[in-house]
DNA sequence: CGATAGCTTGAGAGTACTCAAAGTGGGTGG
DNA sequence: CCACCCACTTTGAGTACTCTCAAGCTATCG
């Protein structure tokens, strides 16, 4: 998933693997465990099922940036040629499906899959578009309220009146997503926090007190 | 394209449409001509000939980022469901093949061209992952650099031992496709022309002086 | 209960932005 | 053909934001 500026997310998005020939098994990923790494060589590509991934690209320097997170009915392992071009961990135990990357390339054995396999790679140009706009053009403020506004949207549960959800992800993992720091997350949740926008039951846990307020804030709105 | 940190352009990689039988037309482009909008009905995907293009994306509040600029051999309009989601002009007189969108949804008609496009569109999620590492992690200046190095490496050619190339766009275009502002590009290349790096016969050309020294700065070495 | 990893908070520094003004060059009309 | 105009670029000064470094805090897990 590309925590975006205005992403959208169908019901059913998935590609509905139960009717596919070219499911090859379910894989089941421990906390922390690694699906793939940049470089492997790129025989798969995977649904997610359920749990939660996080998958990154690191430059020479060190410096770090976490492409997407993925979230179930979203697709991962897109390959550069025949390599994987990020690392893909998993930050919650997570099932994904793993499919023959041959599915990819044309739709001789199975071609609803390859058709759809299509969707959802023009789904995720369009995701990473909206995704260049908050890394481009967007304050740090605006960034963790986008983000917030995002998860809420995908994950957000209806409780005692207010949306809530969980930050799987560390602070660390927010920040190299939005091009910034742990602690201008931190700095930026805090004060959220106290101007009553969002409650932290949790480091982990958000809840949406004034969703209108937090979706400004993300806009940019005077 | 997507001016990246290692963008890979082997050769050849457009679509071959000499042999494919969904080319509708060559469509021709003024210097400052429309492609299509953000919102248009998506009917076509097209491939450059030869000029250059440019996609945007403007927020709400009038922030823009370009999201990629288009060289020949580049597929742009890859749709949103049925819409473009950027607006497509360009930016030296050009030409386009213009293909059916049904091209892209299924293979029925010119499979050739279908898996193709499926590459294309490999190559695009790629080249944009490479992108959101220079949006989120590099400087400003680091930005410029790379910008220069994959432009050189693109389109570069040599001219008295020495790698040259145009610059179509203008110092703002540079600018909101990097997440920075056109007098901080402006400051970076006149930092690099007083350095010796680089040399600009006029505000739209580039010569390389010191190619290394330029990728080293795009590296953030130290 | 102590160790450790992650989170928060603070202070200071530096980068990049904003606003402003001057410089440059190409194109058009007189 | 020249002069003006306009758009773009460059340069400067001041400010604000975000980063860095550092220290204290919290929660989790052996």
Redesign the interface.
């Known amino acids: 998933m590309y925590v975006t ?1 205005q992403s ?1 997310h169908p019901q059913n998005a998935g590609l509905g693997t139960h009717d596919c020939r070219s499911v090859h098994r379910t894989i089941s990923l421990a906390k922390g465990a690694r699906l793939f790494c940049e470089g492997d060589s790129a025989d798969r590509v995977y649904e997610v099922q359920n749990g939660i991934l996080r998958l990154t ?1 690191v ?3 060190g ?3 976490v ?1 997407a997170f993925g979230y179930p009915g979203d697709i991962v392992g ?4 025949d390599c994987h ?2 690392d893909c961990d998993a930050l919650t135990p997570s099932k994904v499906l793993s499919f023959n990357r041959k599915a ?4 001789d054995t199975d ?1 609803a899959l ?2 759809r ?2 969707q959802a ?6 995701a ?2 909206d ?3 908050m ?4 304050s740090a403020t605006e960034k963790v309220a986008s983000f917030l506004c995002v998860l809420s949207a995908r994950v957000g549960v209806m409780n005692n009146g207010y949306t809530q959800f969980d930050l799987p992800m560390c602070r660390g993992d927010i920040a ?1 997503f ?2 910034t720091t742990t602690e201008t997350v931190s700095r930026a949740l805090t004060r959220m926090r106290k101007s009553g926008m969002i409650a932290l039951p949790n480091s982990n846990s958000v809840i949406l007190r004034n969703p209108r307020a937090l979706q400004d804030l993300a ?3 005077e």
Chains 1, 2 share one sequence.
């Open positions: 500026t959208v690209r430059l020479e320097n410096r770090r940036q492409i897109f390959p550069h040629f071009n990020t990819l390339d044309n739709g071609p390859h058709a396999l299509m790679a023009l789904r995720e140009i369009n990473m578009q995704h260049f706009m890394l481009g053009r967007k190299d939005l091009g806009d940019g709105a």
